[in-house]
T-cell receptor
């Protein structure tokens, strides 16, 4: 298993440009997440998905969009990039059960380093 | 939302020393995880431990859910233990909230 994969590893964007960060997992996890990590800080949740076709906002969703058309893929779209979006972006996945909302161990991808100039 | 505080923020150890990292949280949790972020930025899950005690080699963790804290113990530290240790918790919702981390440097 490749686990959680992310592309690209590094990208430089100009202000106002758009891009899509790709995330895929091959563990058949139903939950997937996007986080951002600013320098010297912890991770903040941008968006998450509990299954194909279902997405929800996290703590810092402004300026981003997501979609979840398959179990495996969870792309993050940046529209009109701003310098404040310079960060490292991590995708993660986990197996969760409905009802009590139990979610177990989260597995992280290697991250995408984004610089907006 | 739930608050997560980690201490100490920074820690420097000599190789072979032991250490205890602490995570305090402000509300009841259904999920608590400890992660290690290595100097290359990779995040590795160490423990899923909403309550009780677990051990994995030189690392162990204890969560006392009723008193809203968790401890991560590192024994006989090695230089490869360097990096940032994060505690993350989930309360009633679906979101995992991360603490600010403890930066550990182990010197040879």
């Amino acid at each position: 298993n490749a686990g959680v994969t992310q592309t690209p590893k590094f990208r430089i964007l100009k202000i106002g440009q758009s891009m899509t960060l790709q995330c895929a997992q091959d563990m058949n996890h139903n939950y997937m997440y996007w986080y951002r990590q600013d320098p010297g800080m912890g991770l903040k949740l941008i968006y998450y998905s509990v299954g194909a076709g279902i997405t929800d906002k996290g703590e810092v969703p402004n300026g981003y969009n997501v979609s979840r058309s398959t179990t495996e893929d969870f792309p993050l779209r940046l529209e009109l990039a701003a310098p404040s979006q310079t960060s490292v972006y991590f995708c993660a996945s986990s197996y969760g059960t409905s009802g009590r909302g139990t979610q177990e161990t989260q597995y992280f991808g290697p991250g995408t380093r984004l610089l907006v100039l | 939302g739930i608050q997560v505080e980690q201490s100490p923020p920074d820690l420097i150890l000599q190789e072979g020393a032991n250490s205890t990292l602490r995570c305090n949280f402000s509300d009841s949790v259904n999920n608590l995880q400890w992660f290690h972020q290595n100097p290359w930025g990779q995040l590795i899950n160490l423990f899923y431990i909403p309550s009780g005690t677990k051990q994995n080699g030189r690392l162990s963790a204890t969560t006392v859910a009723t008193e809203r804290y968790s401890l991560l113990y590192i024994s006989s530290s090695q230089t490869t233990d360097s990096g940032v240790y994060f505690c993350a918790v989930r309360g009633a919702g679906n979101m995992l909230t991360f603490g600010g981390g403890t930066r550990l440097m182990v010197k040879p």
